[in-house]
């Protein structure tokens, strides 16, 4: 293809996906900090402290003690996070099991007496705006995909970019920045360089970025292939009428797959497991391993392991986008980096749109601008 | 690391004009999976290897001016 082709695929993908660029780069500055933001706003609980080894009481009292905070509502999951949250289990419950994915309240009961610590605001303030807006749009799963959509054509934009990149830079040197000829020429060098030293982390930005739209479809596709198998001799029978022990499920699963530790466990008929099962997701220690979650399925009403299994390549994919896209796998110095670097994303996505605003109305004049490195004739003022 | 290599007027091959952004990216590269695969050391190679990109970004926005 020749420079003119990939101007047009450049511009094009570019115009329509900008500005809901932008929108990502900007919500997604704040979101690199939040479990920070959220820290400092108070609006997380600590657990009091306890001598280190008092001892974890039952999940079924913690179950019993949302029940109580929240009657009439059902659990549908229950969540662990020991880095950040020690010693508390965050209960997510609904009006019923099938009610949609994010209709849930939360009730974060501390794990070692079983008292109620807070009943967080799952749907309010700026910070879950922001998220909103990052994540779907407020438009559910449709928004998810569109946005996901915009990813794609991102990493189209950014793969053009560096092509056109090439009879940019025939006759420059790496770096040139013509500050003093014209604004337009300062601005077109800046998007060449800043487009071009951030490819490869931009690209893995928006990759993952879109792999992660597709979370429910893989949650989807992982339910009617592996569950389904693990759970087939389960099929045909009713739902049952009585569930068991939750404790008695965590220590089946804890049995089961020694060296890891509890992540969430999903409640018989959750979106997460069957009718028939407590579904206890298991993760390891390593950086790596602390992001693969694998299920062990537990009879609900016998306590019994029925099966546990590693996930499918394609749930591992989408498990390994999430910090890859979040930056919050190296400490606070990695999550700086990730917001300079979106900085840096902004202004090649703010000098790109101004350099197609300043364009002039012909394809001819950018084209030319590009094969001579931007010394095309009306350049120099 | 890249100013040696002629005057402006010559035509840079493609390995000439990639050399600097293909270097950039291995390191970002390695920088971005890194800390995935360790902690400790293993983090501060991230910290590195993404930092790289940022200072050339600040180094030839301000740190030049026309050659």
Not at chain 1, 229 to 239: F, H, I, S, V
Request: proline content about 6%; aromatic content about 10%.
């Amino acid at each position: 293809m020749n420079v003119k082709l990939w101007f047009l695929v450049h511009k094009w993908t570019s115009i329509i996906c900008t500005a809901f660029l932008l929108l990502l780069c900007i919500t997604g500055l704040p979101l690199i900090f939040s479990e920070e933001i959220e820290h400092e706003l108070g609006d997380q609980v600590t657990a009091p402290p306890m001598p280190e080894d008092t001892p974890h009481t039952s999940l079924d009292r913690v179950a019993e003690a949302a029940r109580a905070q929240r009657p009439g509502e059902h659990i549908r999951f229950m969540f662990w996070d020991n880095d950040h949250h020690p010693n508390q289990v965050l209960v997510l419950m609904a009006e019923s099991m099938d009610a949609p994915p994010d209709a849930n309240s939360g009730v974060v009961v501390d794990s070692r007496t079983a008292l109620v610590l807070d009943e967080p605001k799952l749907d309010e303030g700026l910070m879950y705006i922001l998220f909103k807006l990052h994540v779907d749009l407020f438009a559910g799963l449709p928004g998810m995909l569109f946005l996901g959509f915009m990813g794609l054509l991102f990493a189209v934009a950014v793969i053009s970019g560096v092509v056109l990149y090439t009879p940019f830079m025939r006759k420059l040197d790496f770096g040139t920045v013509r500050k003093h000829r014209s604004t337009r020429l300062k601005w077109l060098d800046l998007h060449n360089l800043l487009g071009v030293v951030t490819l490869v982390w931009a690209l893995v930005v928006g990759v993952t970025g879109t792999i992660n739209t597709l979370s429910q479809i893989v949650v989807a596709i992982w339910q009617q292939d592996q569950m389904a198998e693990m759970t087939a001799a389960y099929q045909d029978l009713p739902p049952p009428q009585q569930i068991g022990s939750v404790q008695r499920a965590r220590e089946a699963a804890l049995a089961a797959v020694p060296d890891m530790n509890l992540s969430l466990i999903a409640w018989p008929g959750s979106q997460f497991s069957s009718p028939h099962h407590y579904t206890v997701f298991l993760h390891g220690n390593t950086p790596v391993t602390s992001r693969l979650l694998q299920p062990a399925l537990v009879d609900a009403v016998t306590g019994e392991l029925t099966d546990t299994r590693e996930m499918p390549w394609y749930v591992k994919t989408l498990f390994l986008s999430q910090p890859l896209h979040f930056g919050d796998y190296g400490g606070m110095p990695l999550k700086i980096i990730w917001a300079l670097l979106d900085i840096i994303t902004i202004i090649v996505l703010g000098s790109g749109l101004y350099l197609w605003l300043g364009r002039g109305s012909t394809v001819s004049r950018p084209v030319d601008e590009i094969e001579s490195g931007g010394l095309a004739e009306g350049n120099i003022t | 690391m890249n100013n040696t290599v002629g005057s402006s007027s010559q035509r840079r091959s493609l390995w000439q004009i990639f050399r600097t952004p293909f270097w950039v990216g291995v390191l970002s590269a390695v920088g971005l999976v890194s800390a995935l695969l360790g902690d400790g050391w293993m983090d501060a190679v991230s910290w590195i290897g993404l930092a790289i990109p940022v200072v050339l970004c600040a180094r030839y926005t301000w740190g030049r001016t026309d050659s």
